[in-house]
Structure formats: C-alpha cells, structure tokens
C-alpha cells in the first residue's frame, strides 16, 4: 500500500499546475462527498432543528464538515508525503472533528469540548507545530505554549461562532485559505501552498450546498475543524523570515473578521452583564455575533454573507501586501479597491429602499 501511495504521489508531483491539479481533486472529493453525507445524514435523522436563535426555518442535515474532512485528507493522503507538522494539524484535526461529530448527534458540555480543543492545540504543538518569536528561555518557551494554545482555541472557536448563515464559516475560509495560498507562492512555500489549496478546493466543493438555501450544514464537527486547520496553518507558516513583526502580523491580519468578532462580542458580553466568569462566556449562546448585527440593520442573508465575505477578502489582501513586491503589490491594491467599493455598493441598497419609502 505504501509503494502505491509513493507511485501516486511522485506521478502527481509532475503533473504541471499542481496546485489547479489539487484545487479540483479535492473540490470533485468533496463535491460528491457532501451529496452522500447528506443523504446519510437525512436517513440517519442527525438534523439541525430550528429554534429562536437560530435562522434557519426547517430541519437541515448537518455532519457536512465530515464530507469535507474526507476531502482533504484524502487529497493530502494521495498527494503528499506528510511532514511532522502536518500530521499534528491532521491528528489534532481529527480529535476535533470527531468531539464536534458526538456533538452533532449527542449535544455535550461546552466546558468539555474546550478541553478536547485544548488537547489537540497540544498535540499540535508536540509535532512541532508552535508560535516561535520569543527568547529561548523557559519563560519564553513556555509563553509560546500558552500563546499557541489561545491562537488555535480561540480560532476553532471564532469560525465556529459563525456558522450562523448558509455559507459564512465556509466561505470565509476559502477566502482564508487563499490568501494564505497566494502568500505561500510569493515566499516559496509550495509545500504549505498546496496544503491551503487542498482545504480551499474541499470547502468549495462543499459550499455548493452550504449557500443560501443550503441543504446540508457544516455541524459543529465542519466549523470547529476548519477553524481548528486555519489557526494551525497560520502557526506552520514561516511568512517573513527576515521579519518577525511582520510573520506574526501576517496571519493575524488574514484572520482578523473571526478576531474582530470574537473580541467584541466578549466585551460586549461582559459590558453588558451577560457573561460574569469563564465558565458562563464558554457556555453563552447569542444572536449578537457581526452576521447577526447585519440582518437587524436591514440586509438580507446573502447580501450579508457576502458582505463579510468582501470584507475578509479585503483584509487577506492586506495581509497579502505586506510580503508582496511592489509590482505584485499594484495589482492586488486594485483588486483591494474593487472589493470595497462593491461593498459600498451592498450597504447602499437597504439605503435605497428606505429612501424611496
């Protein structure tokens, strides 16, 4: 079987294009995955039922996430010899996973499910995979555990937050990924390109049944992986080698919606009285997150999907600029400058209804 594996991989690794190669294996996986799953899902009645906070009006299949999960695995299994690193994003990947899958099916405590994301946070960090920017000193190593294990717990748990709208957690992802993908090309890092293609192909696949009107949802077991694979990606990067403010600023920037909300729902929270410990911020459930805020202003759920999908592809285009050359640079401050004013154009049109009233 692994003479097999090693025949299919150096056969893939001449193939030109590589990276159009594995955008489309693993979108076609994930395409016909999703389709399965969801008819399992369906018969086996692991739904998401609808209730007062949540948006959607009828029982959806979820365990989508599972469809993609196989996608990407499958497509790093068959086109990659896998590094340290990249088995403790897919070993702690699949701890996530399969605690968000009990989840799905059998709700469990929100206390239990951080200790399993802290669990895999460490068993990435044993593979090698850890912030790296403070003395060799044992407070320093010690400070990079700590700040490692908050980055990747507070990012499974950002995407997470938005699974709230057909496509969001997805979508953003992609455009995560991408970003991620383009800034690993600029810097030579195909290895770490190819590894973002993967997930960006498998989560387009995916999202074809995931946008408005989604027929099948990401669960917990999708949102708390991708989010868990993006902060551990963002972690194995070397994105500036001579320089460290920017390599840590980088994928902070890239991120930075899933950061943005984070934080202010949790000031927010405390402010307000909502939340008074740790123990009730974990457990706490809102309809305050950005999407949410968004459709009480006026706009609709796909003009406020994509939205804050211009938004995050506007900041993943700062981040990419940061490492850019200056000719690469003009191009993508163009396409910035696109990517705003369409936003402008969304936030004009419940403008336009409310003055022609």
Aim: charged share 15%; aromatic share 12%; with cysteine.
């Amino acid at each position: 079987m692994r003479d097999l594996l090693q025949s299919i991989h150096l056969f893939l690794s001449s193939v030109p294009l590589r990276w159009l190669f594995l955008l489309v294996f693993s979108f076609l996986l994930a395409f016909l995955s999703t389709k399965v799953i969801g008819r399992i899902a369906a018969k086996l009645k692991i739904l998401d039922q609808p209730n007062e906070r949540k948006i959607h009006k009828k029982p959806t299949p979820l365990l989508g996430g599972l469809a993609i999960f196989i996608s990407f695995v499958a497509t790093l299994i068959f086109n990659f010899n896998f590094s340290r690193e990249l088995k403790g994003v897919v070993i702690g990947g699949t701890i996530i996973l399969i605690i968000g899958l009990v989840d799905d099916i059998k709700h469990i405590p929100a206390t239990w499910k951080l200790i399993s994301q802290v669990l895999a946070s460490s068993i990435l960090i044993l593979y090698g995979v850890k912030l790296s920017f403070l003395p060799n000193t044992w407070w320093g190593n010690a400070g990079e555990v700590l700040l490692t294990v908050i980055w990747v717990v507070g990012i499974t748990n950002a995407v997470n937050f938005f699974d709230g709208m057909d496509g969001l957690a997805t979508g953003l992802t992609i455009i995560g990924a991408l970003s991620f993908f383009i800034v690993a090309e600029i810097t030579g890092q195909s290895y770490l390109g190819f590894l973002t293609i993967a997930l960006a192909g498998s989560c387009l696949g995916f999202l074809k049944f995931n946008f408005k009107p989604a027929s099948i949802f990401l669960g917990d077991a999708g949102s708390t992986f991708l989010g868990f694979t993006l902060a551990g990606i963002a972690v194995m990067g070397n994105w500036a080698e001579k320089n460290p403010k920017v390599a840590l600023s980088l994928p902070i920037i890239i991120l930075s919606v899933f950061i943005f909300d984070m934080i202010y729902i949790t000031i927010a929270r405390v402010w307000d009285g909502r939340v008074k410990n740790f123990k009730e911020w974990v457990e706490y459930t809102g309809k305050d997150h950005l999407h949410h805020r968004l459709v009480a202003l006026g706009f609709n759920e796909t003009q406020t999907v994509l939205l804050i999908y211009l938004i995050a592809a506007c900041l993943g285009l700062g981040g990419i600029n940061l490492i850019a050359t200056e000719d690469l640079r003009i191009y993508f401050e163009f396409i910035q400058a696109f990517f705003i004013f369409m936003i402008v154009v969304i936030l004009m049109i419940p403008g336009r209804k409310l003055a022609s009233k």
